[in-house]
């Protein structure tokens, strides 16, 4: 493994993140901001931000 970048989660109190089984996005469970975070895994393995959604305190994430 190699550093690439640091990236921040987007939110306050990241409880939780998960990779989609296709490897191409990130979600990122931000408890006390009400928000689950998805971020784009480039090819590079950089993230880029593409959205934001609200939900009550999520802590847990699992795709369905």
């Known amino acids: 493994l190699e550093l690439i970048k640091i990236q921040k989660c987007g939110g306050k109190t990241p409880r939780h993140f998960n990779i989609s089984e296709s490897g191409k996005e990130l979600f990122v469970a931000n408890q006390d901001s009400n928000s ?8 590079t393995g950089e993230l880029k931000y593409q959205n934001e959604e609200n939900v009550n305190s999520p802590n847990f994430i699992i795709e369905i």
């Open 36 to 43: 689950i975070i998805t971020f784009e895994i480039k090819e």
